[in-house]
């Protein structure tokens, strides 16, 4: 059987953190939606720790059929963030996804390319999942305060 995967991707501005929960579509690309949380910077490491498993525990695979339902048109999700563009967005953040598969959790750095978001392969971290959420906090954080560019 398939083991389900989890994602998530957690924005770092100057003043918020934003957590937007990531689902898996039949095609293997990934779309962002609700439940988005949007915390101040100065929130606890247990808030932040709460809403990154909020996040993740809301992840599934979905149908064809759930799509539509959870994709947002690009306004909405803008919106739902407090941005007006992905450009500005990207630029005054520094961001990473993380994904669970079968108890393998990968917490993958982003840096901006032009105007969309890549991975920073060579700082990808990996670890193996026994509720070690506190620990997984942690990496992510770190991860946070690092400015990746080109």
Do not use: G, H
């Given at each position: 059987m398939e083991k389900e995967i989890k994602a998530c991707s957690i924005y770092k501005t100057k003043?918020?953190?934003?957590?937007?929960?990531?689902?898996?579509?039949?095609?293997?690309?990934?779309?962002e939606s609700n439940p988005?949380?949007?915390?101040?910077?100065?929130?606890?490491?247990?808030?932040?720790?709460?809403?990154?498993?909020?996040?993740?525990n809301s992840s599934k695979k979905l149908s064809e059929k759930e799509e539509d339902f959870y994709r947002?048109?690009?306004k909405e999700f803008l919106?739902?963030?407090?941005?007006?563009s992905y450009k500005k967005f990207y630029n005054n953040s520094t961001s990473c996804s993380i994904y669970i598969e079968n108890n393998i959790v990968e917490i993958i750095p982003n840096r901006l390319k032009d105007y969309y978001l890549v991975?920073?392969?060579?700082?990808?971290?990996?670890?193996?999942?026994?509720?070690?959420e506190i620990e997984i906090t942690k990496i992510v954080l770190d991860i946070l305060e690092k400015k990746y560019v080109e």
């Amino acid at each position: 059987m398939e083991k389900e995967i989890k994602a998530c991707s957690i924005y770092k501005t100057k003043n918020k953190f934003k957590i937007v929960t990531a689902y898996r579509l039949e095609s293997w690309a990934y779309i962002e939606s609700n439940p988005i949380t949007i915390l101040p910077i100065e929130a606890s490491f247990e808030q932040i720790k709460n809403a990154i498993f909020l996040s993740i525990n809301s992840s599934k695979k979905l149908s064809e059929k759930e799509e539509d339902f959870y994709r947002l048109e690009t306004k909405e999700f803008l919106k739902s963030l407090r941005e007006t563009s992905y450009k500005k967005f990207y630029n005054n953040s520094t961001s990473c996804s993380i994904y669970i598969e079968n108890n393998i959790v990968e917490i993958i750095p982003n840096r901006l390319k032009d105007y969309y978001l890549v991975e920073v392969k060579e700082d990808i971290q990996k670890i193996e999942y026994n509720n070690n959420e506190i620990e997984i906090t942690k990496i992510v954080l770190d991860i946070l305060e690092k400015k990746y560019v080109e």
